[in-house]
């Protein structure tokens, strides 16, 4: 059979045409144009099993680990961190490994420190205030210089329920006085260590989220001393933003917000199960979309607010050992990840939420930076300077009054040194092209002068610039 090299050069086009659509149309989950607004000094991290168990995927890839946090740009990296009783790190070779690869870079490490193999709520009643500061204080002993915060124990809250009374949490009634009690003595010596040996650093205290607020109640009425919520929160739980009736029609966070004094951290979520498959008939990439649109929605939920300080992604690597019929199983934990991970092959693949995290990052970090340095490289002569005094001050300009349009008249009317109509339209047309089809631009009956600025406002520029000024900073290809 005969295909003409014009029909074979043709379908070629349109694969191609197809491809730069659909990641095109991808790219439009994740922005409006304009980055989100977060608290100054807003924390970006993700969980991870490097220091807590002998997980397969986390236990001899920390190199890996250390690559992808930098490739993400993460600023902390959460790990329990399981001691002896005299503070003895138990997977001592793994956290100094770690540390010291992440020494000299921006990432730091949040441990979550407390063994419950030595809270035992149940049995004979024991010296837990003891046994948390002589735990503490020499972990503290060989690694404050560390650390910058410290979580105290992991989601407590769901091993003090009261099983009698327990209806969602939001009464300090529902949990056990007696199991939390001997919790509360654990972390005050924990707490008196830490105060004691790294006075400057911060301790956060997690609870599971939704609706249990009655053990952050408890917390307050025993005067327990620390300095952040830390909150989890899942899929099944909806959007955080949202009123509920339970709480006289205020959204978790401004419930929190309103009755503790404590900064507010979300330090776990994500779409339940991951990208797990579920009994819901989903394919494997319709279930990473699925996930990819769940984290997306609530880094959106994030814009404009001041409550949440920081944003913890639940976590960096898939564990399918957890549901593959070998030992200790517990499927609904294996799909977490924002990397899928092979374990006969030893490979990991990015899943669609990690894709979409980078573009995320990079843009509430980044984006007003990144859109000036886009304008000076295309429209200009000679390469971009941050440094330079007319890019600060477009840059500071951009920050305060968000205006693209503004920001666009005002670089094409004043900056010197600037290319020709011609080279600035070829200049715009190339960059578009590298995921757009940029025939529309082409077909449209305007001026060039007016195609430049109308491909300047778009979303479609605007995106690549994030992409692009990712690529030149951090190093990795954006999509893989």
């Given at each position: 059979?005969?295909?003409?090299?014009?029909?074979?050069?043709?379908?070629?086009?349109?694969?191609?045409?197809?491809?730069?659509?659909?990641?095109?149309?991808?790219?439009?989950?994740?922005?409006?144009?304009?980055?989100?607004?977060?608290?100054?000094?807003?924390?970006?991290?993700?969980?991870?099993?490097?220091?807590?168990?002998?997980?397969?995927?986390?236990?001899?890839?920390?190199?890996?680990q250390v690559e992808l946090l930098k490739e993400h740009q993460f600023d902390y990296y959460r790990l329990g961190v399981p001691t002896t009783l005299n503070g003895v790190a138990k997977r001592?070779?793994?956290?100094?490994?770690?540390?010291?690869?992440?020494?000299?870079?921006?990432?730091?490490?949040?441990?979550?420190?407390?063994?419950?193999?030595?809270?035992?709520?149940?049995?004979?009643?024991?010296?837990?205030?003891?046994?948390?500061?002589?735990?503490?204080?020499?972990?503290?002993?060989?690694?404050?210089?560390?650390?910058?915060?410290?979580?105290?124990?992991?989601e407590v809250n769901r091993k003090i329920k009261n099983k009698s009374k327990f209806k969602n949490g939001i009464s300090s009634n529902e949990y056990d006085n007696n199991k939390f009690s001997?919790?509360?003595?654990?972390i005050r010596g924990m707490i008196t260590a830490i105060r004691e040996m790294d006075p400057s650093a911060k301790i956060i205290i997690n609870s599971t989220g939704y609706l249990s607020v009655?053990?952050?109640?408890?917390?307050?009425?025993?005067?327990?001393?620390?300095?952040?919520?830390?909150?989890?929160?899942?899929?099944?739980?909806?959007?955080?933003?949202?009123?509920?009736?339970?709480?006289?029609?205020?959204?978790?966070?401004?419930?929190?917000?309103?009755?503790?004094?404590?900064?507010?951290?979300?330090?776990?979520?994500?779409?339940?199960?991951?990208?797990?498959?579920?009994?819901?008939?989903?394919?494997?990439?319709?279930?990473?979309?699925?996930?990819?649109?769940?984290?997306?929605?609530?880094?959106?939920?994030?814009?404009?607010?001041?409550?949440?300080?920081?944003?913890?992604?639940?976590?960096?690597?898939?564990?399918?050992?957890?549901?593959?019929?070998?030992?200790?199983?517990?499927?609904?934990?294996?799909?977490?990840?924002?990397?899928?991970?092979?374990?006969?092959?030893?490979?990991?693949?990015?899943?669609?939420?990690?894709?979409?995290?980078?573009?995320?990052?990079?843009?509430?970090?980044?984006?007003?930076?990144?859109?000036?340095?886009?304008?000076?490289?295309?429209?200009?002569?000679?390469?971009?300077?941050?440094?330079?005094?007319?890019?600060?001050?477009?840059?500071?300009?951009?920050?305060?009054?968000?205006?693209?349009?503004?920001?666009?008249?005002?670089?094409?009317?004043?900056?010197?040194?600037?290319?020709?109509?011609?080279?600035?339209?070829?200049?715009?047309?190339?960059?578009?092209?590298?995921?757009?089809?940029?025939?529309?631009?082409?077909?449209?009956?305007?001026?060039?002068?007016?195609?430049?600025?109308?491909?300047?406002?778009?979303?479609?520029?605007?995106?690549?610039?994030?992409?692009?000024?990712?690529?030149?900073?951090?190093?990795?290809?954006?999509?893989?």
């Amino acid at each position: 059979m005969k295909i003409k090299f014009k029909t074979i050069a043709l379908l070629f086009l349109v694969v191609l045409g197809y491809q730069s659509s659909t990641q095109a149309q991808e790219n439009k989950f994740f922005t409006n144009g304009l980055p989100i607004e977060v608290p100054e000094g807003f924390i970006w991290g993700i969980s991870g099993h490097t220091t807590s168990t002998d997980s397969p995927p986390y236990r001899n890839n920390i190199p890996l680990q250390v690559e992808l946090l930098k490739e993400h740009q993460f600023d902390y990296y959460r790990l329990g961190v399981p001691t002896t009783l005299n503070g003895v790190a138990k997977r001592k070779q793994n956290l100094d490994k770690i540390l010291g690869m992440l020494k000299g870079t921006d990432i730091k490490i949040l441990p979550i420190l407390g063994g419950k193999e030595f809270l035992n709520f149940d049995g004979p009643a024991k010296d837990y205030y003891s046994i948390g500061y002589k735990q503490t204080k020499g972990f503290l002993r060989v690694y404050k210089d560390y650390f910058d915060y410290y979580v105290l124990f992991n989601e407590v809250n769901r091993k003090i329920k009261n099983k009698s009374k327990f209806k969602n949490g939001i009464s300090s009634n529902e949990y056990d006085n007696n199991k939390f009690s001997r919790f509360a003595d654990y972390i005050r010596g924990m707490i008196t260590a830490i105060r004691e040996m790294d006075p400057s650093a911060k301790i956060i205290i997690n609870s599971t989220g939704y609706l249990s607020v009655g053990f952050l109640h408890l917390l307050k009425e025993a005067h327990i001393d620390y300095d952040i919520i830390g909150y989890h929160w899942y899929s099944g739980m909806k959007e955080f933003g949202k009123s509920r009736k339970q709480l006289n029609n205020k959204s978790v966070y401004q419930y929190l917000a309103d009755n503790f004094s404590q900064d507010i951290w979300v330090t776990e979520i994500n779409r339940k199960d991951g990208s797990g498959l579920r009994k819901d008939g989903l394919s494997k990439e319709e279930e990473e979309v699925q996930q990819r649109k769940m984290v997306m929605d609530y880094i959106n939920e994030l814009d404009n607010q001041h409550i949440i300080k920081a944003f913890f992604i639940y976590e960096l690597l898939d564990e399918p050992h957890l549901d593959d019929n070998k030992g200790y199983e517990n499927p609904k934990e294996a799909y977490y990840g924002i990397m899928d991970w092979d374990e006969k092959q030893k490979k990991y693949t990015y899943k669609k939420a990690s894709k979409a995290l980078k573009f995320k990052i990079e843009e509430t970090k980044y984006g007003y930076e990144d859109y000036i340095y886009s304008l000076f490289s295309d429209l200009a002569n000679g390469n971009p300077n941050p440094k330079d005094k007319n890019f600060i001050s477009l840059k500071n300009k951009f920050e305060k009054t968000k205006k693209k349009n503004s920001i666009v008249k005002e670089f094409l009317r004043t900056q010197p040194n600037q290319k020709s109509t011609d080279k600035q339209y070829e200049s715009l047309l190339k960059k578009i092209s590298k995921n757009y089809d940029v025939s529309i631009w082409k077909t449209k009956k305007r001026t060039k002068e007016e195609t430049i600025k109308d491909i300047l406002l778009s979303n479609e520029y605007w995106i690549q610039s994030i992409i692009d000024n990712y690529k030149r900073k951090v190093g990795n290809k954006f999509y893989h």
